[in-house]
């Protein structure tokens, strides 16, 4: 090895101790050894998107070091039980610096792997993709597979056990995105290439148990000093969204439904309130149909000639006056429609064991799979978003979905869908987003995702956090979207947003227009500002019938459009570094308080926002760290700590560094209210 190599990558024989970059990572220890093996079948049960995932483990044999060799490149470990080797493993630096450590299975036919990584009692974790309960994964283990959150996700509260009842609840690590990827508070990242079952351990204080379903490809390890540098090398790997349109920052993108007429009485009745608006996102285009869940889409994805006629001269009617349509898209197509015909009969779906068309069950409506795995059908599908909705004049879309793959279907190419269900999103996300760059202006389209995997970080463009209830619950309501930006922007995922006032109305959850408008607040300071009426829009509240709610939004607006160039500047961090828009305070600041703090965020580098996210509150606590703050709505001066500031509606505390070159934008801003 090289000197560089050998005082990065080190082997202590007597230790039996493995070292990268000054941190420990790997010991056989008695009783913790580095590598189990195992055998398992997996019994997996899918409802609607929500999965029982059951484990027959058959065997498993912890394993030590038999042998150890080093040349010039790398350290090789054999590792066995009663003097038969089983796995090798190989660790070698990378031309990036990162460590690669490859497991390969010598001899059985073994399907469970455990590595186990050393950790320190005091060490925190963040990242395992969007994780919407925790933001630091300490004390806790992540099973990462892609799926429905649930409705509620805590099994302590009324709202998920009344949902349990439908199998429609959650619990705090079911995620739309899982992904296999951590950051320790040592400064280094830890990225499994894999898209199998997973599931990380974080509970125990002195390691970290990383149990894999599939041999992984490889584990990659990257260090730097401090945290923006590590998420920077990162993004490297993993890659980085390719930024926004410019007509986002015109205002909200107000979501709507109910036809061309309805859509354009309520826009006039906005931009009567001063509303500004950037979009009009109608996910109804393709037309309705109606469950008991409540009005759904009807998914075929063209214009619906009966609610949207002559859609294409409304859209360029309403592009004169500088205003966007969005639409809704995702990758299944409602059987017996024309679309689902034409896919069948070229074979473009995925199919059963006896060569059928699978048909998954959405809620009281079946749809087939188109199967990326099938190159024409991809081609097909991609063409879909082209012509229905680009050349239509459709500037933006939500690309919902992703998380449905059966674990019994069959595919074009027989892979393993317990393995392609992890990768489904991430196909799902290409699929867009070729579709985007082949287009004429890619400069001027955007779609958002709630579904991701590893690759979503270059080929999903915008996440959203999903639907969440339209209540003030930490799991599952207003809360739930401050973790899930901050524990996905550890991982790359640089650009997110939530539906305003959220969506899931189950159980008696009702948005009320206190909660409406304390997330519009939030809103404001995230990169993109979006509605949406939810899944039951008559029984919930709505901007557009009340008046003071309109008058607030459109304030909300009017401090959203005039810190566009500080947006811009964060977004084009997001492109060029891979930094997410919305920042833990810990990524800047060394303090306890820090660490797990997860009801605030920096918006870029210099905006501290600590939205309010209890209702009838006129006040609220907040911590600051330490530096020197100013309140942007007062103008009053703080240093680090703890501190009840006012908090009426339209004032979610927000406060700007003193330093930043921004102040002379922040001070006008302030001065709006």
């Given at each position: 090895?090289?000197?560089?190599?050998?005082?990065?990558?080190?082997?202590?024989?007597?230790?039996?101790?493995?070292?990268?970059?000054?941190?420990?990572?790997?010991?056989?220890?008695?009783?913790?050894?580095?590598?189990?093996?195992?055998?398992?079948?997996?019994?997996?049960?899918?409802?609607?998107?929500?999965?029982?995932?059951?484990?027959?483990?058959?065997?498993?044999?912890?394993?030590?070091?038999?042998?150890?060799?080093?040349?010039?490149?790398?350290?090789?470990?054999?590792?066995?039980?009663?003097?038969?080797?089983?796995?090798?493993?190989?660790?070698?630096?990378?031309?990036?610096?990162?460590?690669?450590?490859?497991?390969?299975?010598?001899?059985?036919?073994?399907?469970?792997?455990?590595?186990?990584?050393?950790?320190?009692?005091?060490?925190?974790?963040?990242?395992?993709?969007?994780?919407?309960?925790?933001?630091?994964?300490?004390?806790?283990?992540?099973?990462?597979?892609?799926?429905?959150?649930?409705?509620?996700?805590?099994?302590?509260?009324?709202?998920?056990?009344?949902?349990?009842?439908?199998?429609?609840?959650?619990?705090?690590?079911?995620?739309?995105?899982?992904?296999?990827?951590?950051?320790?508070?040592?400064?280094?990242?830890?990225?499994?290439?894999?898209?199998?079952?997973?599931?990380?351990?974080?509970?125990?204080?002195?390691?970290?148990?990383?149990?894999?379903?599939?041999?992984?490809?490889?584990?990659?390890?990257?260090?730097?000093?401090?945290?923006?540098?590590?998420?920077?090398?990162?993004?490297?790997?993993?890659?980085?969204?390719?930024?926004?349109?410019?007509?986002?920052?015109?205002?909200?993108?107000?979501?709507?439904?109910?036809?061309?007429?309805?859509?354009?009485?309520?826009?006039?009745?906005?931009?009567?309130?001063?509303?500004?608006?950037?979009?009009?996102?109608?996910?109804?285009?393709?037309?309705?149909?109606?469950?008991?869940?409540?009005?759904?889409?009807?998914?075929?994805?063209?214009?619906?000639?009966?609610?949207?006629?002559?859609?294409?001269?409304?859209?360029?009617?309403?592009?004169?006056?500088?205003?966007?349509?969005?639409?809704?898209?995702?990758?299944?197509?409602?059987?017996?429609?024309?679309?689902?015909?034409?896919?069948?009969?070229?074979?473009?779906?995925?199919?059963?064991?006896?060569?059928?068309?699978?048909?998954?069950?959405?809620?009281?409506?079946?749809?087939?799979?188109?199967?990326?795995?099938?190159?024409?059908?991809?081609?097909?599908?991609?063409?879909?978003?082209?012509?229905?909705?680009?050349?239509?004049?459709?500037?933006?879309?939500?690309?919902?979905?992703?998380?449905?793959?059966?674990?019994?279907?069959?595919?074009?190419?027989?892979?393993?869908?317990?393995?392609?269900?992890?990768?489904?999103?991430m196909l799902w996300a290409k699929c867009n987003y070729d579709a985007v760059q082949e287009s004429a202006h890619p400069e001027e389209l955007v779609y958002f995702m709630r579904a991701g995997a590893t690759g979503s970080q270059k080929y999903g463009q915008l996440l959203w956090a999903g639907d969440q209830s339209v209540n003030w619950s930490k799991d599952d309501g207003i809360v739930s979207t401050i973790p899930a930006a901050l524990s996905s922007g550890m991982v790359g995922i640089s650009l997110s947003h939530s539906d305003i006032?959220?969506?899931?109305?189950?159980?008696?959850?009702?948005?009320?227009?206190?909660?409406?408008?304390?997330?519009?607040?939030?809103?404001?300071?995230?990169?993109?500002?979006?509605?949406?009426?939810?899944?039951?829009?008559?029984?919930?509240?709505?901007?557009?019938?009340?008046?003071?709610?309109?008058?607030?939004?459109?304030?909300?607006?009017?401090?959203?459009?005039?810190?566009?160039?500080?947006?811009?500047?964060?977004?084009?961090?997001?492109?060029?570094?891979?930094?997410?828009?919305?920042?833990?305070?810990?990524?800047?600041?060394?303090?306890?308080?820090?660490?797990?703090?997860?009801?605030?965020?920096?918006?870029?580098?210099?905006?501290?926002?600590?939205?309010?996210?209890?209702?009838?509150?006129?006040?609220?606590?907040?911590?600051?760290?330490?530096?020197?703050?100013?309140?942007?709505?007062?103008?009053?001066?703080?240093?680090?700590?703890?501190?009840?500031?006012?908090?009426?509606?339209?004032?979610?505390?927000?406060?700007?560094?003193?330093?930043?070159?921004?102040?002379?934008?922040?001070?006008?801003?302030?001065?709006?209210?």
């Open positions: 090895m090289t000197t560089a190599q050998q005082q990065a990558l080190f082997y202590d024989v007597e230790q039996q101790a493995i070292t990268f970059q000054g941190r420990k990572l790997f010991q056989q220890q008695p009783n913790c050894p580095i590598a189990v093996l195992g055998q398992g079948q997996a019994d997996v049960s899918m409802y609607r998107g929500n999965f029982d995932i059951q484990d027959h483990l058959l065997t498993k044999w912890p394993l030590t070091i038999q042998d150890h060799q080093a040349n010039t490149d790398r350290l090789v470990l054999t590792l066995g039980t009663h003097d038969t080797a089983y796995l090798c493993l190989t660790f070698q630096i990378d031309a990036q610096a990162q460590l690669i450590v490859t497991p390969e299975v010598l001899t059985g036919s073994w399907n469970r792997l455990w590595l186990r990584i050393v950790a320190e009692p005091s060490d925190n974790v963040y990242g395992g993709g969007e994780q919407l309960s925790y933001f630091n994964l300490r004390g806790h283990h992540f099973p990462l597979w892609s799926s429905e959150p649930g409705i509620g996700r805590n099994k302590h509260t009324l709202t998920t056990f009344q949902a349990d009842q439908d199998h429609a609840g959650g619990d705090y690590y079911t995620t739309n995105f899982p992904e296999a990827t951590f950051i320790s508070s040592q400064k280094y990242y830890c990225h499994a290439t894999t898209y199998a079952y997973a599931d990380f351990d974080f509970s125990q204080p002195g390691y970290y148990d990383l149990q894999f379903w599939a041999i992984p490809e490889r584990l990659q390890f990257g260090t730097a000093d401090d945290y923006p540098s590590l998420i920077s090398k990162l993004a490297d790997q993993l890659g980085r969204t390719q930024g926004l349109p410019e007509w986002t920052n015109n205002g909200v993108i107000i979501g709507l439904q109910g036809g061309t007429e309805r859509v354009e009485a309520i826009k006039q009745k906005l931009q009567q309130h001063h509303v500004q608006l950037a979009g009009l996102w109608c996910q109804d285009w393709e037309g309705t149909q109606t469950t008991s869940f409540g009005k759904r889409n009807y998914w075929e994805w063209r214009a619906d000639s009966k609610l949207y006629p002559q859609l294409k001269a409304h859209i360029q009617n309403w592009q004169q006056e500088k205003l966007q349509f969005l639409a809704y898209i995702n990758p299944y197509v409602v059987e017996d429609s024309d679309l689902f015909n034409e896919g069948a009969a070229h074979g473009y779906f995925a199919k059963t064991q006896a060569g059928d068309v699978y048909l998954v069950d959405f809620g009281e409506f079946l749809c087939g799979v188109v199967d990326f795995t099938n190159p024409a059908a991809y081609d097909w599908f991609k063409q879909v978003i082209q012509h229905n909705l680009i050349d239509i004049g459709i500037k933006g879309w939500m690309a919902d979905f992703g998380e449905y793959l059966p674990t019994d279907v069959v595919l074009y190419d027989n892979s393993d869908p317990m393995v392609r269900h992890n990768q489904w999103p006032g959220g969506y899931t109305s189950m159980y008696g959850n009702i948005r009320s227009k206190e909660l409406f408008m304390r997330w519009a607040e939030m809103a404001a300071f995230t990169p993109v500002m979006r509605t949406h009426e939810g899944n039951r829009p008559q029984q919930n509240f709505q901007v557009y019938d009340d008046d003071d709610a309109m008058a607030h939004l459109a304030s909300c607006t009017q401090i959203f459009t005039k810190l566009t160039p500080y947006r811009q500047a964060v977004v084009n961090e997001a492109v060029t570094s891979g930094l997410p828009a919305q920042r833990p305070l810990m990524m800047y600041y060394d303090e306890p308080a820090a660490d797990n703090c997860q009801t605030e965020y920096l918006f870029g580098r210099d905006l501290l926002v600590a939205p309010v996210v209890q209702p009838h509150q006129a006040s609220w606590t907040v911590y600051l760290p330490d530096d020197q703050w100013v309140n942007l709505w007062t103008g009053e001066s703080y240093t680090g700590g703890t501190y009840d500031v006012p908090a009426p509606i339209g004032q979610t505390p927000v406060f700007y560094r003193q330093s930043s070159a921004f102040t002379e934008l922040f001070k006008e801003i302030g001065a709006l209210k």
